[in-house]
């Protein structure tokens, strides 16, 4: 069967869908978590191999990393399933009524977007998060993750569609593309796909959004900030950067670029470089940061100690020269740089970051309102990790994915991200020509949802 034939029989099962209540939506996750909590040894073994071919291609460590699934990965995936069963399910609220005239009463009622294409690569628990959030949401899915994953892809879509097909999902509701050529001919297919959601690096989804005729909702990279102010108290400013880009290197919402207020720096900044390198990462710092840094060493001459021993106290790093700031490194490597003013870190970010997540550590609730209004990025915390911007943190479950841009979905796309919604309108045998006429007028009196509107 060509990928044409595949996809239409995926657009059937969207319509499908619409037919299908909660009780068989949370019946099939859980019957979804259950036969992939039973088959570990085959998604593992799956997985061993896409593992040992990546190393023998010498995959960068960061994929590698992605691609890892067990053990404490599938534990996380069958946490997200469960979290979206208790869920309410997200179709058919109202989200929205008004009585136009009386006897004519319009809604404005949620709904699936229909047959969503998620391309997507290295990530095995990307496939369970997407085809989860699918189900529950009322969507059929067409997935495409990257070659290096194949085996350990294979068998949880195998796993997932025959699971949520038993108990009582439409026929096809999943269908799972395997080569680069099915990509090319998905994208075409127009008729039957209503959205395109790729993840991945920046280049793959400018691809995908180049190439594509459907509407395609992707994200750039993640280039994401911490800014420590000058007020900062210096454990917090520690942990949290510490946290921000270590606790998961590899993952987009990693912290990549830190900004330092000059003021914080003068006395700041050593101990705080020197903890992010105890901790592992690399540093690329600016030409104004080595200068503090140096600076410790003539410190050592006043106060008559050995220069040597001083230097011994100041973590390694190399100097970053160039001014392109927009880094995204994916492993455990951080730009540094110091900022004169708080309107210079959020200028800064809004002209170097991809719109992805930003923090601030402040003790000024002044300073982090400006930060929060002024950083044009989905998501903008202050005095927390950037490391919290996932779906599953912000109880929507699990997430597609993450969106940078402005329309229909922003940050973490959770069930919401995977709705549109319809208006429905009841009337008592109201035609238009009494209103165009002046016989009849609109009241356009707004109800309460749970009242007359629900």
């Not at 959770?414 to 238009?432: A, D, R, T």
Request: proline letters at 4%.
């Amino acid at each position: 069967m060509d990928t044409e034939q595949r996809v239409k029989l995926g657009s059937k099962a969207a319509a499908a869908f619409l037919g299908i209540g909660s009780e068989v939506k949370d019946r099939a996750l859980g019957a979804i978590a259950r036969r992939i909590d039973e088959s570990r040894a085959e998604i593992e073994s799956a997985n061993a191999a896409d593992m040992a071919a990546a190393e023998r291609s010498a995959l960068p460590s960061p994929l590698l990393k992605r691609l890892s699934f067990g053990g404490a990965k599938i534990d996380e995936a069958l946490r997200g399933i469960e979290a979206l069963i208790k869920l309410p399910d997200p179709c058919g609220r109202f989200l929205e009524a008004r009585l136009l005239d009386e006897g004519l009463v319009l809604r404005r009622v949620s709904c699936p977007i229909g047959l969503i294409a998620t391309i997507f690569e290295s990530r095995p628990d990307a496939l369970v998060q997407m085809a989860s959030l699918a189900a529950k949401s009322g969507n059929a899915i067409v997935l495409k993750g990257g070659s290096e994953a194949r085996e350990t892809n294979r068998v949880l879509s195998a796993i997932i569609a025959r699971a949520g097909e038993a108990a009582g999902l439409p026929s096809d509701w999943l269908v799972a593309l395997e080569t680069r050529e099915e990509i090319g001919n998905l994208l075409r297919l127009d008729a039957y796909v209503d959205l395109v959601i790729p993840r991945g690096s920046k280049e793959f989804v400018a691809r995908i959004q180049a190439t594509s005729r459907i509407p395609v909702l992707g994200h750039s990279d993640g280039v994401c900030h911490v800014y420590i102010h000058k007020d900062a108290d210096p454990n917090m400013a520690s942990a949290i950067a510490i946290d921000s880009k270590t606790q998961y290197p590899a993952a987009c919402n990693a912290a990549e670029v830190l900004l330092i207020h000059k003021d914080y720096a003068e006395k700041g900044l050593p101990p705080l470089l020197s903890a992010l390198a105890e901790a592992g990462v690399r540093l690329d710092i600016c030409p104004r940061c080595e200068t503090l840094l140096l600076q410790e060493t003539e410190r050592a001459d006043e106060a008559n100690q050995p220069r040597a021993q001083a230097a011994r106290t100041l973590p390694a790093y190399s100097i970053k020269r160039d001014e392109d700031w927009a880094v995204e490194y994916l492993d455990t490597r951080m730009a540094v740089k110091i900022v004169d003013s708080l309107e210079d870190a959020i200028d800064h970010i809004n002209q170097y970051g991809s719109g992805h997540t930003d923090a601030i550590v402040s003790a000024s609730g002044q300073a982090a309102a400006g930060f929060m209004a002024g950083v044009d990025s989905s998501s903008v915390y202050h005095n927390a990790s950037t490391r919290f911007a996932d779906g599953y943190r912000y109880g929507l479950g699990a997430e597609v994915g993450i969106s940078t841009g402005k329309l229909h979905a922003r940050g973490p796309m959770g069930l919401q991200g995977l709705l549109s919604y319809k208006w429905l309108l009841e009337g008592s045998g109201q035609i238009v020509a009494d209103y165009a006429s002046g016989k009849r007028s609109f009241s356009h009196k707004d109800l309460p949802l749970d009242g007359e509107g629900r």
